[in-house]
């Protein structure tokens, strides 16, 4: 029997398809790890924006995990929207009780919409109890200002950044820089707390970037899951998704899904 490696995401349904449990399954396939999922929460979403969300209850967002790792077991877990603070320490609690090593903690706050994805209350949840369990955080410069405080204006602000996440007690930290005006190579701030490394990519000009962040949080956790040290699966998400940015989809009226299956489709 072949092996293969798991890859457990834990996040909200986008009914789009661009971001959320089906970014991270198509993010798990291309990197040749079996997906697996639970449900924290139920949007009605497409490009536009989110029109509305149905949180999941918090014993079954628990029942989902212990099915899932008590059956066939995981390498590595994604965490994703989490939605209410009843959800979220439900997961910290799962985390604990299976003694997941492999956390990739993508600390979603806000759609790019601007629509609110997690209950003000879940966000002490994260910061206090999700993020010291963390291998990996990977925050746009909105959730740093929402997780420590900081103001990210530029380039120049994401050691400042970084710093403030590590100091919450992640082991690696990952500034996104992709949204600042000033940040012409795409440059994103990798940090462990004795020093930084600055990973670029080709700064691409499109609209179409619907699911990013779910993806590059999936494709890391997919990495460490099968085994790769951290910064090579930092690097390996970060080609990825740059690929899946390059060759974003013009679908729907709004903001555009990335391609997840784009070295498939260009091969």
């Known amino acids: 029997m072949n092996e293969v490696t798991r890859t457990l995401t834990v996040a909200g349904s986008d009914s789009g398809g661009g ?48 099915a899932v790792v008590g059956d066939i ?7 994703g929207m989490l939605g209410s603070a009843e959800a979220a320490a439900a997961v910290v609690e799962a985390v604990v009780d299976h003694r997941i090593g492999n956390l990739v903690v993508d ?20 910061r206090e109890q999700l993020l010291p369990r963390a291998a990996v955080v990977t925050p746009n ?5 929402v997780l ?33 005006p000033d940040n012409t190579d795409a440059v994103d701030l990798l940090h462990d707390g004795r020093e930084e490394r600055w990973i670029s990519a080709e700064r691409l000009d499109t609209h179409d970037t619907h699911g990013t962040g779910c993806t590059f949080a999936a494709g890391i956790a997919a ?11 930092v690097r390996a998400a970060k080609e990825y998704v740059t690929g ?12 555009g899904p990335v391609d997840h299956q784009w070295r498939g489709r260009r091969a």
């Open 19 to 66: 971001a959320g449990i089906q970014a991270d399954l198509k993010t798990f396939a291309a990197f040749g790890t079996y997906g697996m999922s639970v449900l924290t929460a139920l949007t009605a979403q497409n490009t536009l924006g989110v029109h509305g969300v149905h949180h999941v209850p918090a014993s079954f967002v628990r029942a989902q995990f212990d």
């Open 107 to 126: 600390p979603v706050c806000a759609s790019k919409h601007g629509d609110l994805l997690i209950e003000p209350e879940a966000v002490d949840v994260l």
């Open 244 to 255: 899946a940015i390059r060759h974003g989809l013009r679908i729907g009226g709004g903001i």
């Open 148 to 180: 420590t405080g900081v103001d990210v204006k530029g380039v120049d602000d994401m050691v400042t950044a970084a710093r403030a996440v590590k100091s919450l007690g992640p082991r690696w930290v990952v500034i996104k820089g992709g949204h600042l």
């Open 141 to 145: 410069t909105g959730e740093v200002a």
């Open 223 to 233: 990495g460490l899951g099968g085994g790769l040290d951290t910064e090579s699966a």
């Open 73 to 79: 077991g995981v390498d590595a877990v994604k965490t």
